[in-house]
């Protein structure tokens, strides 16, 4: 099944008359300077009305919504300074996101944003303002029944002056490319925000299967239980013990490059729910591991994003999901597991279940010869001290990949910040019981040595560790599941 939430995201070249634009609301951008908002002449032009007394029917610092009289075809005339073109990509996303909620907040059920001259240079803002669009509009409602509240909105309209006639087509491509990426953002945050119960591995597969029916082109197998014991998958199945739901791994395979080309593999942890087994996490904001899967939902989204658009790669995309619970049947502190790679491994805490299951989901994908694997998963929570909600943490074992990676995130305006795996830090992998211990180091660099363990398995390609922990989720009142890394995924596989 798709995920998008708005019916369209289209981009109109009109003459400068937006008198005749029939709209539940327009947005203008305009400049401001200090506290004074400047109207643009043309806007003043085209609709003289706006010298007339308007009633104001939302006020704030930074913007206003007024109406406008009946001269005009659109009911709300929204008049909203805008930021520069060299500011950071997230007061563009701010700016967008305040655009839609807006328009929701007021029942519209479409909306049509006036894309100046600034913006209309600028196919990458474009891209970006119709991916912020799609993804400002997503709201929560799979579980709700008496407080479901559908939004309104449903459809975005771009509108670009005739001056820009002959970047129309680059500019409606970047638009599509956006609402695409919008897209699978919203499908990563919606398996994301299902509750555990709602969201086990088997109802992933399931979810996961149904992808077929809108992208065909989308090969999609999966490996249950008794497969991946059979495969040897002795790290990944102690994770998956103590819980009655049984893991899955999903495969999705999308082949839109040259027949010989090697495959991107991307490698996502799919814990639906993650208790820390034994090693028991305090109750405290336990109900945020829900979200321990969000790697594999970033998978799940990207690998839709590349089909939408019919993109001329070839990837690979790997959901390894399990739950981690404990029980009389969970895996111990102590206990010693086999990996698929054949390398033993001591458990010492059974909360760091999502580098067992990763490492044998890297092990497996060396079947498909992939030109380079990123592995995405919530791993850390040393992350999140780290770098806080605003950048992935980033380690490799080829720079220039890393190099490609931070360069789409600071494109896409989806960033990471690059942490060294240096030898050093591979000490604390040593055990006196087993070839690898699966914590080790103390209170110290826990997201290096995560890394550093998974690094043990990923020898014989080009790998990259993206721990989004931080940033795959937002904690508090507002709390949910963010989308996060699918717009960078996205933007290295399209580059």
């Given amino acids: 099944m798709a995920y998008k939430v708005l019916n369209s995201i289209t981009l109109k070249i009109i003459k400068d008359n937006y008198k005749s634009v029939v709209t539940d609301m327009l947005t203008v951008p305009c400049e401001s300077k200090g506290k004074k908002t400047n109207l643009p002449t043309f806007l ?24 406008v009289s009946n001269n005009s075809k659109a009911g709300l005339l929204h008049i909203s300074p805008q930021p520069s073109k060299n500011d950071p990509t997230f007061k563009w996303v701010n700016y967008f996101s305040s655009l839609v909620l807006d328009a929701i907040s007021n029942n519209c059920k479409d909306l049509c944003i006036v894309l100046n001259a600034e913006l209309a240079s600028s196919p990458k803002l474009v891209e970006i303002a119709a991916r912020t669009c799609e993804s400002a509009a997503y709201s929560f409602n799979a579980t709700k029944n008496k407080t479901k509240k559908l939004n309104s909105l449903k459809k975005v309209t771009f509108l670009v002056d005739d001056s820009h006639k002959k970047d129309a087509s680059t500019l409606k491509n970047s638009t599509a490319i956006g609402f695409a990426i919008g897209e699978g953002m919203n499908a990563a945050k919606y398996l994301g925000d299902m509750p555990a119960n709602h969201c086990t591995p088997k109802i992933i597969e399931s979810k996961t299967k149904a992808l077929k029916k809108d992208f065909p082109t989308l090969k999609i197998s999966s490996l249950n239980e008794k497969d991946l014991t059979k495969l040897g998958m002795g790290s990944y199945m102690s994770v998956a013990k103590g819980s009655i739901e049984p893991p899955r791994m999903l495969i999705i395979e999308y082949k839109g490059g040259n027949k010989n080309d090697k495959p991107a593999v991307f490698v996502g942890k799919g814990i639906t729910f993650d208790t820390g087994g034994i090693s028991l996490k305090p109750s405290g904001s336990m109900d945020e591991m829900k979200w321990d899967m969000c790697g594999a939902a970033s998978v799940f989204g990207v690998m839709q994003t590349i089909a939408r658009l019919k993109a001329k790669v070839n990837v690979v995309g790997i959901m390894a999901c399990a739950e981690n619970m404990p029980s009389s049947k969970a895996t111990k502190p102590g206990d010693v597991v086999t990996s698929m790679s054949g390398q033993t491994i001591e458990i010492l805490n059974t909360d760091a279940e999502g580098r067992l299951v990763l490492c044998d989901a890297l092990t497996y994908v060396k079947k498909f010869k992939p030109s380079y694997v990123v592995d995405i998963a919530t791993l850390t929570g040393a992350c999140v001290v780290a770098l806080g909600k605003h950048a992935s943490g980033l380690m490799a074992n080829d720079q220039k990949l890393a190099d490609k990676l931070l360069a789409a995130g600071e494109d896409a305006g989806d960033r990471a910040w690059q942490l060294p795996l240096w030898d050093e830090y591979q000490v604390c992998t040593k055990t006196n019981f087993a070839d690898l211990a699966n914590i080790g180091g103390g209170r110290e660099a826990g997201t290096v040595h995560a890394a550093c363990f998974l690094s043990n398995f990923t020898q014989d390609y080009s790998w990259a560790h993206l721990d989004i922990a931080g940033t795959a989720w937002i904690t508090g009142p507002k709390k949910g599941a963010t989308g996060r890394p699918v717009p960078l995924l996205a933007e290295m596989l399209l580059k």
């Fill in 44 to 67: 003043i032009k085209n609709l003289p009305e706006l010298n007339q007394p308007l009633k104001v029917i939302n006020a704030g610092k930074s913007k206003k919504v007024i109406t």
